[in-house]
């Protein structure tokens, strides 16, 4: 498949391709499938850190099509990690529903790059939904003993499926997705704290996305080196 513009900017920005290839499947909860893959190399070139995410090529009726997916669980003894996917209507969507071992798919790192801050924030405040559940579960992981409060919005109860992984000091609450995510905006706003040795991570739909960010920031004056924010899809 001939890539367009935008692996061309990508290749300019530094970004580097590898093929990765489909080791196995499963399905979750009945709307989402789970490839495992092995990472051609991609774990031995750049390492592994919280919310690391890849870019994958589809063939969009013989158009290139690149989406952004976090890597599950990622292992660099073996090179391996996992990528969910929801099942709706979308070319991402057909290739990973006829997916078989053996079967490979290209993929670009560039623009991955998160660590926690050091020293350790006393409290994580985190939004998320389905899409960005497993960037949620690598921040969890990676700070374990951290106290974390988790807001996560579904459209679906099978959503639900889609476990995080929390601990004793994690609260998490799941939030329905309602009046196009205004209610995941009004919930989180009327609960955020302003606090000076907190970290605020919000990846969610753009949107909502923009309205918890502006919200952390000029609202409860939270300084930006203690935000990270992402918008990981759109409605619109």
């Not at 920005?13 to 080791?23: A, E, I, K, N, P």
């Not at 063939?59 to 099942?87: M, S, W």
């Not at 106290?147 to 476990?163: I, N, Q, S």
């Amino acid at each position: 498949m001939k890539r367009n513009w935008e692996a061309l900017v990508l290749k300019a920005m530094g970004g580097r391709d590898f093929r990765l290839t489909v080791l196995g499947a499963e399905s979750v909860g009945g709307n989402y499938r789970r490839l495992r893959m092995d990472g051609g190399g991609l774990l031995e070139a750049y390492g592994v850190h919280p919310t690391m995410w890849v870019r994958l090529w589809f063939d969009n009726d013989g158009r290139p099509h690149q989406r952004a997916y976090t890597l599950v669980d990622p292992d660099p003894a073996t090179g391996r990690f996992d990528l969910e996917f929801a099942i709706h209507d979308g070319c991402a969507a057909r290739w990973a529903a006829a997916a078989e071992p053996g079967d490979t798919i290209d993929a670009t790192m560039q623009g991955s790059a998160f660590s926690l801050p050091d020293p350790a924030p006393r409290h994580l405040y985190l939004v998320g939904d389905a899409a960005s559940l497993p960037a949620v579960n690598s921040l969890l992981d990676a700070a374990p003993d951290v106290p974390a409060t988790v807001w996560l919005e579904y459209a679906d109860e099978g959503e639900k499926a889609l476990t995080p992984r929390a601990r004793e000091r994690h609260e998490v609450t799941w939030v329905p997705r309602r009046d196009e995510g205004r209610h995941l905006v009004d919930t989180v706003c009327a609960a955020l704290p302003a606090a000076d040795d907190a970290h605020y991570w919000v990846a969610c739909e753009a949107a909502s996305t923009r309205g918890i960010t502006r919200h952390v920031r000029r609202t409860l004056g939270v300084g930006k080196h203690q935000l990270t924010s992402l918008a990981y899809w759109s409605a619109r």
